[in-house]
Protein backbone atom coordinates (compact mmCIF):
# COMPACT_ATOMS: atom_id res chain seq x y z
CA UNK A 1 0.00 0.00 0.00
CA UNK A 2 2.84 2.41 0.79
CA UNK A 3 4.22 1.76 -2.65
CA UNK A 4 0.90 2.31 -4.53
CA UNK A 5 0.65 5.78 -2.23
CA UNK A 6 3.84 6.73 -3.40
CA UNK A 7 3.00 6.36 -6.99
CA UNK A 8 0.30 8.82 -6.42
CA UNK A 9 1.58 12.81 -6.97
CA UNK A 10 -1.36 13.83 -4.35
CA UNK A 11 0.22 11.08 -1.63
CA UNK A 12 3.69 12.03 -2.49
CA UNK A 13 2.37 15.77 -1.59
CA UNK A 14 0.90 14.81 1.62
CA UNK A 15 4.02 12.20 2.89
CA UNK A 16 6.58 14.87 2.29
CA UNK A 17 4.39 17.42 4.16
CA UNK A 18 3.80 15.13 6.85
CA UNK A 19 7.68 14.40 7.38
CA UNK A 20 8.11 17.96 7.50
CA UNK A 21 6.16 18.75 10.44
CA UNK A 22 7.30 15.61 12.31
CA UNK A 23 10.71 16.89 11.97
CA UNK A 24 9.31 20.00 12.76
CA UNK A 25 7.91 18.43 15.95
CA UNK A 26 10.59 16.47 16.84
CA UNK A 27 13.81 19.22 16.24
CA UNK A 28 11.67 22.55 16.34
CA UNK A 29 12.11 23.01 20.14
CA UNK A 30 16.03 22.87 19.11
CA UNK A 31 15.75 24.87 15.98
CA UNK A 32 13.96 28.01 18.26
CA UNK A 33 16.68 30.92 17.65
CA UNK A 34 15.44 32.07 21.78
CA UNK A 35 14.12 30.96 24.83
CA UNK A 36 10.27 30.72 23.70
CA UNK A 37 9.60 31.56 27.30
CA UNK A 38 12.00 34.51 27.57
CA UNK A 39 10.10 37.87 27.98
CA UNK A 40 11.60 41.38 26.72
CA UNK A 41 10.89 45.43 26.15
CA UNK A 42 10.88 44.92 22.68
CA UNK A 43 6.90 43.90 22.31
CA UNK A 44 4.51 43.70 19.73
CA UNK A 45 7.91 44.04 17.26
CA UNK A 46 7.52 43.60 13.48
CA UNK A 47 10.21 41.49 11.60
CA UNK A 48 13.66 42.04 11.80
CA UNK A 49 17.07 39.80 11.46
CA UNK A 50 16.23 38.62 15.80
CA UNK A 51 13.02 37.90 15.13
CA UNK A 52 11.70 36.89 11.80
CA UNK A 53 8.82 36.60 12.63
CA UNK A 54 8.15 39.75 15.44
CA UNK A 55 7.30 39.36 19.01
CA UNK A 56 4.38 38.99 20.61
CA UNK A 57 2.34 41.56 23.58
CA UNK A 58 5.37 40.17 25.83
CA UNK A 59 8.75 40.71 23.81
CA UNK A 60 9.18 37.07 23.16
CA UNK A 61 10.15 35.39 19.58
CA UNK A 62 6.95 34.30 17.82
CA UNK A 63 8.98 32.06 15.72
CA UNK A 64 10.65 30.24 18.58
CA UNK A 65 7.13 29.97 20.28
CA UNK A 66 6.28 28.87 16.62
CA UNK A 67 8.89 26.09 16.73
CA UNK A 68 8.60 24.72 19.96
CA UNK A 69 4.92 24.71 20.26
CA UNK A 70 4.69 22.61 17.18
CA UNK A 71 5.40 19.39 19.58
CA UNK A 72 2.96 19.67 21.62
CA UNK A 73 0.43 20.41 18.82
CA UNK A 74 1.66 17.49 16.66
CA UNK A 75 1.34 14.78 19.77
CA UNK A 76 -1.88 15.80 21.05
CA UNK A 77 -3.32 15.46 17.46
CA UNK A 78 -1.59 11.69 17.21
CA UNK A 79 -3.00 11.10 21.01
CA UNK A 80 -6.30 11.52 19.68
CA UNK A 81 -5.61 9.02 16.75
CA UNK A 82 -4.21 6.64 18.69
CA UNK A 83 -6.66 6.36 21.25
CA UNK A 84 -9.61 6.62 19.23
CA UNK A 85 -7.88 4.07 16.97
CA UNK A 86 -7.32 1.29 19.93
CA UNK A 87 -10.98 2.52 21.84
CA UNK A 88 -12.99 2.30 18.00
CA UNK A 89 -11.42 -0.65 16.10
CA UNK A 90 -11.09 -3.12 18.62
CA UNK A 91 -14.64 -3.23 19.93
CA UNK A 92 -15.58 -3.02 16.13
CA UNK A 93 -14.06 -6.20 15.09
CA UNK A 94 -14.97 -7.80 17.93
CA UNK A 95 -18.56 -7.16 18.19
CA UNK A 96 -19.34 -9.46 14.77
CA UNK A 97 -17.53 -11.97 16.43
CA UNK A 98 -18.68 -12.03 20.43
CA UNK A 99 -22.37 -12.43 20.30
CA UNK A 100 -25.42 -10.33 20.42
CA UNK A 101 -25.03 -9.01 24.00
CA UNK A 102 -21.06 -7.52 23.25
CA UNK A 103 -22.75 -6.13 19.98
CA UNK A 104 -25.81 -4.21 21.50
CA UNK A 105 -23.65 -3.22 24.20
CA UNK A 106 -21.25 -1.66 21.92
CA UNK A 107 -23.38 -0.16 19.81
CA UNK A 108 -25.32 1.85 22.21
CA UNK A 109 -22.01 3.33 23.60
CA UNK A 110 -21.25 3.96 20.28
CA UNK A 111 -24.33 5.89 19.93
CA UNK A 112 -23.95 7.69 23.06
CA UNK A 113 -20.71 9.02 22.64
CA UNK A 114 -21.71 10.34 19.17
CA UNK A 115 -24.35 12.43 20.70
CA UNK A 116 -22.14 13.91 23.62
CA UNK A 117 -20.41 17.32 22.50
CA UNK A 118 -16.63 16.54 22.72
CA UNK A 119 -15.89 20.30 23.87
CA UNK A 120 -18.01 20.70 26.63
CA UNK A 121 -17.06 16.72 28.01
CA UNK A 122 -13.78 17.57 27.97
CA UNK A 123 -14.15 20.60 29.80
CA UNK A 124 -15.77 18.59 32.46
CA UNK A 125 -13.15 16.34 32.32
CA UNK A 126 -10.33 18.73 32.79
CA UNK A 127 -12.39 20.65 35.21
CA UNK A 128 -12.17 16.90 37.28
CA UNK A 129 -9.17 15.93 36.70
CA UNK A 130 -6.51 19.16 36.45
CA UNK A 131 -5.97 21.24 33.35
CA UNK A 132 -3.98 19.02 31.24
CA UNK A 133 -3.26 18.43 27.43
CA UNK A 134 -2.92 14.39 27.96
CA UNK A 135 -6.17 13.98 29.48
CA UNK A 136 -7.84 16.60 27.39
CA UNK A 137 -6.54 14.64 23.76
CA UNK A 138 -7.55 10.95 26.08
CA UNK A 139 -11.59 12.53 26.32
CA UNK A 140 -10.95 13.58 23.20
CA UNK A 141 -9.82 10.75 21.38
CA UNK A 142 -12.76 8.44 23.09
CA UNK A 143 -15.52 11.06 21.54
CA UNK A 144 -13.92 10.14 18.30
CA UNK A 145 -13.57 6.47 18.69
CA UNK A 146 -17.11 6.19 17.33
CA UNK A 147 -15.75 6.86 13.72
CA UNK A 148 -13.48 3.78 13.56
CA UNK A 149 -16.11 2.19 15.71
CA UNK A 150 -18.68 1.89 12.59
CA UNK A 151 -15.63 1.74 9.76
CA UNK A 152 -14.27 -1.22 11.17
CA UNK A 153 -17.28 -3.36 12.24
CA UNK A 154 -18.42 -2.56 8.87
CA UNK A 155 -14.85 -3.53 7.10
CA UNK A 156 -15.31 -6.87 9.66
CA UNK A 157 -18.85 -7.22 8.74
CA UNK A 158 -18.51 -7.45 5.08
CA UNK A 159 -15.16 -10.33 5.68
CA UNK A 160 -16.90 -12.13 7.75
CA UNK A 161 -19.93 -13.49 5.22
CA UNK A 162 -16.66 -14.40 2.82
CA UNK A 163 -16.45 -18.32 2.30
CA UNK A 164 -12.92 -18.46 3.11
CA UNK A 165 -13.28 -16.77 6.95
CA UNK A 166 -16.84 -19.16 7.59
CA UNK A 167 -14.83 -22.29 6.63
CA UNK A 168 -11.69 -21.04 9.03
CA UNK A 169 -14.25 -20.82 11.66
CA UNK A 170 -16.12 -24.28 10.80
CA UNK A 171 -12.64 -25.81 10.69
CA UNK A 172 -12.45 -25.15 14.49
CA UNK A 173 -10.47 -21.98 14.54
CA UNK A 174 -9.88 -19.18 17.02
CA UNK A 175 -11.93 -15.74 17.10
CA UNK A 176 -8.19 -14.08 17.51
CA UNK A 177 -6.66 -16.43 14.34
CA UNK A 178 -9.41 -15.31 12.24
CA UNK A 179 -8.97 -11.52 13.42
CA UNK A 180 -5.19 -11.68 12.62
CA UNK A 181 -4.92 -14.30 9.63
CA UNK A 182 -7.82 -12.87 7.18
CA UNK A 183 -10.35 -10.05 9.10
CA UNK A 184 -7.11 -7.65 9.90
CA UNK A 185 -5.85 -7.31 6.47
CA UNK A 186 -8.91 -6.60 5.01
CA UNK A 187 -9.84 -3.88 7.41
CA UNK A 188 -6.60 -2.77 7.61
CA UNK A 189 -6.91 -0.10 4.50
CA UNK A 190 -10.45 1.40 5.91
CA UNK A 191 -8.91 1.89 8.83
CA UNK A 192 -5.72 3.57 7.32
CA UNK A 193 -8.50 6.36 5.88
CA UNK A 194 -10.13 7.05 9.06
CA UNK A 195 -7.08 7.49 10.59
CA UNK A 196 -5.64 10.01 8.56
CA UNK A 197 -8.92 11.83 8.66
CA UNK A 198 -8.63 11.33 12.14
CA UNK A 199 -5.06 12.92 13.04
CA UNK A 200 -6.49 15.73 10.68
CA UNK A 201 -9.37 16.32 13.02
CA UNK A 202 -6.59 15.99 15.82
CA UNK A 203 -4.86 18.97 14.85
CA UNK A 204 -8.65 20.90 14.69
CA UNK A 205 -9.40 19.67 18.01
CA UNK A 206 -6.27 20.71 19.71
CA UNK A 207 -5.86 23.91 18.08
CA UNK A 208 -9.31 25.05 19.41
CA UNK A 209 -8.78 23.61 22.76
CA UNK A 210 -5.32 25.48 23.00
CA UNK A 211 -7.01 28.21 21.33
CA UNK A 212 -9.64 28.18 24.45
CA UNK A 213 -6.55 27.97 26.78
CA UNK A 214 -7.57 24.10 27.88
CA UNK A 215 -5.54 21.86 28.01
CA UNK A 216 -2.16 23.24 28.44
CA UNK A 217 -0.64 25.23 31.01
CA UNK A 218 0.49 29.13 30.15
CA UNK A 219 3.06 30.26 29.05
CA UNK A 220 4.05 26.73 27.05
CA UNK A 221 3.37 27.73 23.68
CA UNK A 222 0.96 25.48 20.93
CA UNK A 223 -0.40 26.67 17.81
CA UNK A 224 -3.80 27.59 18.75
CA UNK A 225 -2.84 29.52 21.80
CA UNK A 226 -0.63 31.76 19.41
CA UNK A 227 -3.48 31.95 17.34
CA UNK A 228 -5.55 33.35 20.29
CA UNK A 229 -3.09 35.59 22.09
CA UNK A 230 -2.55 36.90 18.00
CA UNK A 231 -5.99 38.19 17.62
CA UNK A 232 -5.89 40.51 20.73
CA UNK A 233 -3.32 42.65 18.96
CA UNK A 234 -4.61 43.12 15.19
CA UNK A 235 -3.99 46.35 15.27
CA UNK A 236 -0.86 46.30 15.77
CA UNK A 237 0.39 43.42 14.29
CA UNK A 238 -2.72 42.18 11.51
CA UNK A 239 -0.09 39.65 9.87
CA UNK A 240 0.19 38.26 12.93
CA UNK A 241 -2.23 35.31 13.04
CA UNK A 242 -1.08 34.20 9.37
CA UNK A 243 2.02 32.06 10.28
CA UNK A 244 0.03 29.79 12.98
CA UNK A 245 -3.04 29.24 10.95
CA UNK A 246 -1.20 28.27 7.72
CA UNK A 247 0.45 26.00 9.65
CA UNK A 248 -2.97 24.09 11.28
CA UNK A 249 -4.34 24.94 7.65
CA UNK A 250 -1.67 22.72 5.70
CA UNK A 251 -1.05 20.17 8.07
CA UNK A 252 -5.40 19.21 8.15
CA UNK A 253 -4.84 19.51 4.50
CA UNK A 254 -2.26 17.06 3.94
CA UNK A 255 -3.71 14.55 6.29
CA UNK A 256 -6.97 14.50 4.30
CA UNK A 257 -4.99 14.54 1.05
CA UNK A 258 -3.22 11.75 2.26
CA UNK A 259 -6.47 10.34 3.22
CA UNK A 260 -7.86 10.25 -0.04
CA UNK A 261 -4.85 8.32 -1.23
CA UNK A 262 -4.97 5.78 0.72
CA UNK A 263 -8.47 5.35 -0.21
CA UNK A 264 -7.77 5.57 -4.11
CA UNK A 265 -5.32 2.99 -4.08
CA UNK A 266 -7.11 0.48 -2.25
CA UNK A 267 -9.17 -2.18 -2.22
CA UNK A 268 -10.75 -2.48 -6.14
CA UNK A 269 -9.94 1.01 -7.44
CA UNK A 270 -6.12 -0.10 -5.99
CA UNK A 271 -6.14 -2.95 -8.27
CA UNK A 272 -7.32 -1.16 -11.23
CA UNK A 273 -4.59 1.31 -10.24
CA UNK A 274 -2.54 -0.94 -10.80
CA UNK A 275 -3.80 -2.85 -13.83
CA UNK A 276 -4.41 0.66 -15.86
CA UNK A 277 -0.33 1.70 -14.91
CA UNK A 278 0.30 -1.74 -16.32
CA UNK A 279 -1.81 -1.65 -19.35
CA UNK A 280 0.05 2.22 -20.18
CA UNK A 281 3.56 0.45 -19.69
CA UNK A 282 2.16 -2.12 -21.96
CA UNK A 283 1.60 0.08 -24.67
CA UNK A 284 3.93 2.62 -24.40
CA UNK A 285 6.56 -0.64 -25.18
CA UNK A 286 4.63 -1.93 -28.05
CA UNK A 287 4.30 1.73 -29.37
CA UNK A 288 8.67 1.70 -28.89
CA UNK A 289 9.89 -1.13 -30.19
CA UNK A 290 13.70 -1.76 -30.16
CA UNK A 291 15.45 -0.71 -32.74
CA UNK A 292 16.93 -3.47 -35.46
CA UNK A 293 20.72 -4.58 -35.14
CA UNK A 294 22.29 -3.43 -38.52
CA UNK A 295 23.74 -6.07 -40.70
Not at 23 to 36: D, E, H, R, S, V
Not at 209 to 232: C, K
Request: proline share 6%.
Amino acid sequence: MVRRVLALPSGRIAVVILVGIALLAAFGPLLAPQNPLATSDNTLAGTSGAHWLGTDYLGRGVLSRLLDGSRISVLGSLEVALTALVVGAVPGILSVYLGRAFEWITLRLADTLVALPFLLFAVAVIALLGNGLTQAMLVTGALVSPLFYRVSRAATLAVARSQYVEAAVISGASIGWVVRRHVWVKVLPPIAVALAQTIGVGFVIVSSLTFLGIGVQPPAPTWGGLLASDLGYLNQRPWAPIAPALLIMITVWACNLLADAIRDVSGEAGRALVNNRKARANRLDKADPAPAGGA
